[in-house]
């Protein structure tokens, strides 16, 4: 079964700064997704970004990018020009191509990122 | 946009009583789940569906039942809830097709047992 770390329970960076977000994962599959999700206070979940696994390149969404290093099984989210409204609980999650648990999102256990003014 | 909408964002329940939570989703996906959220414990899958009617257990199935007769909703079912119950509760969707889509929530139900 695939699992996904978030070592870092919390983090903060000032406005402005940039910040990165953690995520480990263990998989022995080749192929798979990776996605950050993002949790604000109103407790709506919504995708900041997404990568494929087969993908070399990093994915990109503004100021969200993430560290994709497949051998080492990482993927972590860096978030430039940090503002107020990026304070959330962000989770990293990993999803299967093929097979049953292609359905299913694994969920790491979240980091709670707080942007001070 | 996708929407997905669960029927309570608040629920308080008494020990021993059968609670419902529903879950709706107006964008056609085949596929619907329900998830556990607890702080330092981050999403625990309980139950999903890949078609109406069809039903497969998550990680903590425990103490919990599923219904889905209409493609659109995707109902949780606490049988006898318990104090140990009292959670969050997101439910989420996604199109049964290959590919990175990503899944869809709901803004959660924070369900208080006592």
């Known amino acids: 079964a695939q699992t996904v770390t978030q070592s870092q329970p919390e983090m903060s960076v000032q406005e402005a700064e940039t910040v990165t977000l953690s995520c480990t994962y263990d998989?022995?599959?080749?192929?798979?997704?990776l996605f950050w999700y993002k949790q604000p206070p109103s407790r709506q979940m919504i995708l900041v970004i997404r990568q494929e696994a087969y993908k070399q390149q990093n994915a990109t969404e503004n100021r969200f990018s993430v560290n994709f290093q497949k051998a080492a099984k990482s993927f972590s989210l860096k978030i430039s020009d940090s503002q107020l409204g990026d304070a959330a609980m962000y989770f990293c999650a990993y999803r299967s191509v093929w097979g049953g648990s292609n359905y299913k999102l694994t969920f790491g256990k979240g980091t709670l990122l707080t942007v001070n003014p | 946009d996708v929407k997905v909408t669960q029927s309570s964002r608040y629920l308080v329940k008494r020990t021993g009583e059968k609670v419902f939570l529903e879950c709706v989703q107006d964008m056609d996906h085949e596929n619907m789940f329900w998830y556990r959220q607890d702080p330092g414990l981050g999403l625990r899958l309980i139950y999903f569906?890949?078609?109406?009617?069809?039903?497969e257990k998550g990680d903590i199935p425990e103490g919990y039942s599923v219904s889905r007769e209409k493609k659109e909703r995707f109902s949780l079912i606490l049988e006898s809830a318990s104090t140990n119950q009292t959670s969050m509760y997101l439910c989420?969707?996604?199109?049964?097709?290959?590919?990175?889509?990503?899944?869809?929530f709901g803004q959660g139900t924070r369900l208080t047992v006592v």
């Open positions: 989420a969707s996604r199109p049964g097709s290959q590919g990175s889509t990503e899944a869809f």
């Open positions: 998989t022995s599959e080749s192929d798979y997704y």
């Open positions: 569906s890949y078609d109406v009617k069809m039903k």
